[in-house]
């Protein structure tokens, strides 16, 4: 097959729709994209390719893309939207958006974003120039993604960390310094089907195949704990209790690296004695894991010589999911895992570029303390919350919703969604959300496909450009790299341009100072000494420098962490902190605890003896990502159908075969699934996959493409957050019972 | 021309469907058809331990990807596997790789 040309970029949404980084070659014959591959010469993923992006052309060229602005016409949730220009939808965008702002304020205005991909420079550029501090990821109960292992890991030690897997280096896995982790501790994720924050998901596969073994702790088997050492199959919500007694085995029988520990860490006693209550056999209750494997899997990390831990998004959602992470982050300190190669690495931006500024410091350099301040008057949750005045710019979730609909203390008047399907995604009660976001006088969605979000509340919807047509540029962790387009589609834009645009609108200081998007991007990239077409042109991606604050190992050695300097960490104290300056600042326990989910056997038995079985949402599927692609045929005939897996004692006692319809429900309401009666979940959980709509069905009201009929996030309540504002949301750790479902013969 | 064929080194196939997207995007073949198609088996062997393991099957639709592999590249499957855990090469090498290790399947589809 001939090809008018090749182009090589960088895979970050939409497209793949995960968090990206993967190197990717487009094919383009006639200005269309007629094939995408990986880039073998690509250093994260050396040629490979999810099938998300292996069906890039199937998503972009899919029959029901949305090509071009739309207006709705008939009533909210009539689906009833027609053509119009991009000037008329950006006047009109603007002028409403001059309204809501001279009528009550700039912060009645959400910013509202998915999960973290290519998105957080846009938004935050448009909500700040706006003036709106509302930015959000609306419907994300406890704010519960990565922001509190983030902040657990910045006030512990001054900075983030990721299993080595030797990302930062352009030799990978041969760089004559790197070590392979002897042991890995899978914490709380299925690597295999999914690459989260940064982290390309079988890179653990690379190691195991290089001799690491495996520690997994999950309620569910997975493929990983099925090649396990030892599999620790724990009751949703408790990692933090386990977290605790491993560091009570560690400290007591004195397995932790005294060296490291004496000269970089502060508050062993304090934790001694706080580990101290959490003893195995107590923790053995707490958690459904025998006492013996608790005691062995403390020794069988501590012992191994590097080891590293790998953690998924069930420890922000665990109950005060800042204080489990920050335990969990205690283990790779105690035993001088901490910047190690094969250890828990510290993890900054490639020559310290950001898209966006990304914690409270930078938003200081950045934007003045002053302007962060007045920031903070008006955001969402920041006077309740310290943490969250404190730490990185979000508004909360949980306290939003409730203003949304009180209108107390101020309204909110309208919503601007962005890589967001709220209702058919990541919203926790969909039915609060729903009734929040009608009461809106104006919603902009911007999107790539209609979904339930756009047909409840859309009154414009902007037409988003996929990955392969678009100019921008990724840096989260490494390497820094650019996305280059290949084509046109329609008449979609970027989110980057169609936020750069009415961002200079609101504030034209900023087309002063950037003409350009290019000249924007130029400046963030300016740490590099090059262009964007510089980088663009020696390759498109860059890793960090040798002897810099981006590249491993051990940096508080040599004085590259701290701003003055001195060796050491970026904390108060200059040390890691066991007992954290930061969180008795914030107001919360300075050491970690274990607290009960909202939810269980322990808190609410008289609920348990209703509902007998705690629902575990959100297991991934390696073809879709969230609530994305269940439209796209080469990815949903993978994964067909809604399921629901159970056990087989489960299924059996309550009548429910294989394949069969069941109902799942508690106070909250009822939804179905399709029974995938499996050994691999406990028998006291369901495992029920987040993120389903029916592309298929009718996406008017009130069908909304199935979402009341299928949507395990209606099952689960808002307003479980963690006293830190940061963590708790219980998508993990909801009480349900199941049914055979009357009357569906699908 | 030496025969060639397709090692599977299925200790370490993750089941992550990248092989059969690469198939269908490299024959054009519409969902419903599939080049290759990834096996599962599951069963509890003990309290403590199950056994999960995916195989990826070449179907009669396989052709080795004789389009790619005549001018030098790998097949589709081949190149895009995330856990890097298929080899395409002369039937008599792959035979030599398998008597090293264990878990792995030889096909020779055509």
Redesign the interface.
């Known amino acids: 097959m001939k090809y008018d040309k090749v182009v090589t970029t960088t895979a970050w949404s939409p497209g793949p729709g995960c968090h990206g980084g993967c190197g990717v070659k487009l094919f383009v014959r006639d200005d269309k994209v007629v094939r995408v591959e990986g880039d073998e010469n690509h250093p994260f993923s050396q040629g490979r390719a999810c099938p998300r992006l292996l069906a890039l052309t199937q998503y972009m060229y899919h029959p029901e893309r949305i090509t071009h602005p739309l207006k709705r016409v008939g009533p909210r949730g009539s689906g009833e939207f027609v053509r119009i220009s991009w000037d008329e939808a950006l006047d009109t965008i603007e002028a409403r958006l001059r309204e809501i702002k001279d009528d009550y304020g700039p912060e009645s205005v959400l910013f509202c974003q998915g999960t973290g991909r290519d998105i957080g420079g846009p938004i935050s550029f448009l909500a700040y120039s706006y003036g709106s501090p509302n930015w959000i990821q609306l419907g994300l109960a406890g704010h519960s993604c990565y922001t509190p292992r983030l902040g657990a890991m910045m006030a512990t030690q001054g900075d983030y960390a990721v299993l080595d897997a030797a990302q930062f280096s352009p030799q990978r896995y041969d760089d004559p310094e790197y070590r392979v982790p002897e042991v890995i501790v899978i914490w709380a994720q299925n690597p295999a089907p999914g690459c989260p924050d940064g982290f390309f998901g079988h890179w653990i596969v690379d190691c195991m195949k290089r001799g690491s073994k495996l520690i997994v702790i999950d309620p569910r088997w997975t493929w990983f704990s099925a090649k396990a050492e030892m599999f620790l199959q724990i009751r949703p919500g408790t990692d933090g209790a386990l977290a605790l007694a491993m560091i009570n085995v560690i400290i007591s029988e004195k397995l932790y690296d005294e060296k490291f520990v004496s000269e970089w860490t502060v508050g062993l006693d304090e934790l001694r004695e706080r580990a101290a209550e959490y003893t195995p056999r107590r923790v053995a209750e707490i958690t459904w894991i025998p006492e013996a494997d608790i005691i062995a899997a403390a020794r069988m990390y501590a012992k191994a010589k590097p080891a590293a831990i790998h953690w998924g998004v069930p420890v922000d959602k665990s109950p005060e999911g800042t204080t489990v992470a920050q335990a969990i982050n205690h283990l790779w300190c105690l035993t001088g895992n901490l910047d190690v190669p094969g250890g828990n690495v510290i993890a900054r931006p490639a020559y310290g570029v950001t898209t966006y500024p990304f914690s409270t410091q930078e938003m200081h350099a950045l934007y003045g303390e002053d302007f962060v301040n007045r920031l903070n008057e008006k955001r969402i949750g920041a006077k309740e919350y310290a943490m969250v005045r404190n730490f990185r710019g979000w508004a909360q979730p949980d306290v939003a919703v409730e203003q949304m609909i009180s209108g107390e203390p101020y309204p909110i008047k309208a919503c601007w969604i962005q890589t967001s399907n709220v209702l058919g995604g990541q919203a926790a009660d969909t039915r609060l959300h729903h009734e929040a976001l009608k009461k809106m006088d104006f919603v902009v969605v911007a999107d790539l496909f209609h979904n339930p979000t756009t047909m409840a509340v859309a009154d414009i919807v902007l037409p988003v450009a996929s990955l392969a047509e678009k100019e921008s540029f990724r840096s989260w962790w490494a390497p820094l790299q650019v996305i280059t387009p290949a084509v046109q589609v329609g008449e979609c834009r970027s989110d980057w341009e169609i936020n750069f645009e009415l961002a200079k609108r609101f504030n034209p200081e900023l087309g002063k100072r950037f003409p350009t998007l290019k000249d924007l991007f130029d400046d963030r990239l300016k740490p590099t000494g090059m262009s964007y077409d510089e980088l663009r042109d020696a390759g498109g991606w860059m890793m960090p420098p040798e002897n810099s604050a981006s590249r491993p190992y051990r940096r508080h050695e040599r004085g590259l962490l701290r701003p003055d300097g001195k060796p050491g960490f970026r904390t108060p104290s200059g040390k890691i902190e066991f007992a954290s300056q930061s969180y008795a600042q914030w107001g919360l326990d300075p050491l970690p605890y274990f607290s009960e989910p909202p939810e269980s056997e322990v808190r609410t038995p008289e609920l348990l003896a209703k509902y007998p079985l705690v629902m575990v949402s959100g297991r991934r599927s390696s073809v879709f990502f969230h609530s994305e692609h269940r439209n796209i045929p080469w990815l949903r005939e993978c994964d067909p159908d809604p399921i629901v897996e159970i056990h087989p004692s489960v299924a059996k006692a309550n009548g429910i075969e294989d394949g069969a319809w069941v109902t799942i429900e508690n106070d909250r309401g009822a939804i179905r699934r399709k029974a995938k009666v499996t050994p691999i979940v406990h028998p006291r959980i369901v495992s029920v996959p987040h993120g389903w709509w029916l592309p298929e069905t009718e996406g008017r009201e009130p069908n909304l493409f199935g979402i009341w009929d299928v949507n395990c996030n209606v099952l689960v309540p808002m307003g479980t957050q963690s006293k830190s504002g940061y963590g708790g949301g219980a998508y993990k750790t909801t009480l349900v019972r199941v049914r055979a479902a009357e009357g569906r013969g699908e | 021309m030496e025969k060639q064929g397709l090692l599977i080194d299925y200790e ?1 196939c ?5 092989c ?3 198939c ?2 490299e024959h054009e073949y ?3 058809k599939w080049g290759i198609k990834v096996n599962e088996f ?3 062997i003990s309290e ?5 393991t ?1 195989l990826p099957f070449p179907t009669d639709l396989c052709n080795l990807c004789h389009q790619r592999t005549s001018h030098g590249e790998l097949p ?1 499957c081949v ?6 855990c298929m080899t395409f090469g002369n039937i008599t090498d792959l035979v030599a790789s398998m008597v090293k290790k264990p878990k792995m399947v030889l096909f020779s589809p055509k």
């Open positions: 370490f993750t089941g992550c469907h990248s059969e997207v690469a269908k995007q519409p969902a419903g599951t069963q509890q403590k331990r199950m056994e999960i995916y589709a190149k895009h596997c995330q856990a890097a």
